[in-house]
């Protein structure tokens, strides 16, 4: 009886030899995959419809106040009053992209292929939010960008009427910044509960949008302390809340009312919203954790 024999075949395997970037790059690929899926660039056509389509809506938005302002010489809207009138578009952008960035890897169960890389659990997470945060602040900043050149190419000031409007788009920048922050935070937690993302963006509309009654409820209280404090109801209104206190008139012009008032809590409701950020952002990172023990 012959021995067993057998042939081994070379088909062209080889160690990589290469440079290995390690953590900082493995995380910069996931932000910038992240970015590039938030907008659908490198998916398909399909993909890229609805978030195009509200950047469409705020750039033709941005685009009209510009040429009324061109035409009359009226300023219909601050810069900072831009991110509050399309807070709306934001909130379903959230819930469509934030379901789209994490629930679809939980869904797939790729996460421990992630996870076998240089890349600790909580820079998955962090490198997600950081992807959403820059898609919102791109989605409110680049119309104010719009909103600032039109105005800047008409000034009849010169270069002062240009540093005028430069100083009035920063605040309205940050403004869009601290919008993006505080949806992105709150909007990928929820997204990060689940792996349907069905679920996941019912779940971000209905954070937003149905915490809004609790603010008119108690905006009508006969206690005008608690009318102050009405705001803290709903995310969208701590965030107006937050603009009133530190943009005052950029936000609320003088001789306009608002419905709400915040009084002398304007301190309170900054601290609310760091610490709205700060529980979200931890309670994401606690959440990674427990995904990836499993």
């Known amino acids: 009886m012959s021995e067993p024999t057998g042939v081994i075949h070379d088909i062209g395997y080889q160690r990589y030899t290469g440079p290995r970037l390690g953590r900082r790059h493995v995380f910069g690929a996931l932000y910038l995959h992240g970015l590039r899926t938030a907008f659908g660039l490198g998916r398909s056509a399909k993909a890229k419809i609805f978030p195009w389509l509200v950047m469409g809506i705020v750039l033709i938005v941005a685009a009209g106040l510009t040429a009324v302002r061109t035409q009359t010489g009226q300023v219909v809207m601050t810069y900072a009053q831009f991110a509050d009138a399309m807070s709306w578009l934001v909130i379903f952008f959230v819930a469509v992209v934030g379901p789209e960035l994490v629930s679809r890897d939980l869904h797939s169960g790729v996460l421990p292929l992630y996870f076998s890389r240089p890349l600790p659990r909580g820079d998955y997470a962090l490198a997600k939010l950081g992807s ?163």
């Not at 304007?266 to 931890?282: E, F, I």
Request: aromatic share 8%.
């Open 132 to 294: 959403l945060v820059t898609a919102l602040w791109l989605l409110l900043g680049a119309p104010q960008l719009v909103m600032f050149l039109g105005a800047a190419f008409t000034t009849k000031d010169g270069l002062g009427g240009v540093w005028d409007e430069l100083l009035d788009l920063l605040p309205g920048l940050l403004y869009a910044a601290l919008w993006a922050v505080v949806f992105a935070s709150v909007g990928l937690l929820i997204a990060s509960l689940t792996g349907k993302r069905a679920f996941a963006a019912g779940g971000i509309v209905a954070v937003f949008l149905m915490t809004a009654p609790i603010v008119g409820i108690l905006s009508i209280m006969p206690s005008r302390t608690v009318n102050e404090l009405a705001m803290l109801g709903s995310p969208t209104a701590l965030i107006h809340a937050v603009g009133e206190y530190t943009l005052g008139d950029l936000l609320v012009p003088n001789g306009q009312s608002e419905d709400y008032q915040i009084g002398g809590f304007g301190p309170l409701y900054v601290a609310v919203a760091a610490l709205l950020v700060a529980g979200c952002v931890t309670l994401l990172l606690l959440r990674y954790r427990k995904v990836a023990a499993r």
